[in-house]
């Protein structure tokens, strides 16, 4: 029996860096969501992330993106796709629902750690 990889694509408004962990305000939520996204690569599940600053084309090549932005504009975003279906649109999940979501049992969240910046101080 072979196993099918598991995959989130995780659909970022415009940041600054990839992350957008960088600068001198960061959110504590996009500290925690990274976390949480290395929390998955650990549990064998496949991560694309894509900003709309740093990749456009991945917004317009894919149809369920392309249908939500123009429903809602950029108020869809972040958006979320597991394993090519949307999962949410508008707001960063936590652990836990990533967990549910893949089926894997969630550990404790640690609480995020302040971020140097990962621009090279450029942001």
């Not at 991560?47 to 990749?55: D, E, G, I, K, P």
Request: charged content about 20%; hydrophobic content about 40%.
């Amino acid at each position: 029996m072979k196993l099918t990889m598991q995959t989130i694509q995780v659909f970022d408004p415009a940041m600054c860096c990839s992350t957008g962990v960088c600068g001198p305000d960061v959110d504590p939520k996009l500290v925690q969501f990274a976390a949480d996204l290395d929390w998955l690569k650990a549990q064998d599940v496949i991560v694309q992330r894509h900003t709309l600053s740093q990749n456009p084309a991945a917004f317009v090549e894919n149809e369920a993106v392309k249908s939500a932005l123009a429903e809602k504009g950029e108020a869809a975003l972040p958006l979320m796709l597991v394993n090519g279906r949307l999962a949410a649109t508008g707001r960063y999940p936590d652990r836990s629902e990533l967990a549910a979501w893949f089926k894997v049992k969630a550990t404790a969240t640690p609480a995020p750690a302040k971020s140097s910046c990962c621009c090279g101080g450029s942001c």
